[in-house]
Nanobody, 126 residues
Framework: QVQLVESGGGLVQAGGSLRLSCAAS????????KAWFRQAPGKERDFVAAISSGGRSTAYADSVKGRFTISRDNARNTVTLQMNSLEPEDTAVYYC???????????????????WGQGTQVTVSS
């Protein structure tokens, strides 16, 4: 099992930026494929961004393309989500998730992610 801890959420005005970080535990987890999902009140948990083991392959939800960037530092076992040009519709709890395997491609299917962090709240005011 991979332990994941998110940080960096908060309140920001529309058009602003936030940077979310996810720290993973476990030496062998540093090369697992990882992703960010989000869940707004009353809605399903949706895919946001994913990154492959080496970081060369990334994938994004259409709603965040061009505004969000996912990256990783395997030496530190961290994954980061840089969020720019935030919109009120981005308000949600953001979750870091990990697979339990290495992958050369970004994995976008929620079913492939057995391990999740507790989430961090992002609120964008208009």
């Amino acid at each position: 099992q991979v332990q994941l801890v998110e940080s960096g959420g908060g309140l920001v005005q529309a058009g602003g930026s936030l940077r979310l970080s996810c720290a993973a535990s476990g030496r062998t987890s540093s090369n697992y494929a990882k992703a960010w999902f989000r869940q707004a009140p009353g809605k399903e948990r949706d895919f946001v961004a994913a990154i492959s083991s080496g970081g060369r392959s990334t994938a994004y939800a259409d709603s965040v393309k061009g505004r969000f960037t996912i990256s990783r530092d395997n030496a530190r076992n961290t994954v980061t989500l840089q969020m720019n040009s935030l919109e009120p519709e981005d308000t949600a709890v953001y979750y870091c998730a990990s697979t339990r395997y290495a992958s050369p491609r970004a994995i976008t299917e929620r079913v492939d992610y057995p391990d999740w962090g507790q989430g961090t709240q992002v609120t964008v005011s208009s």
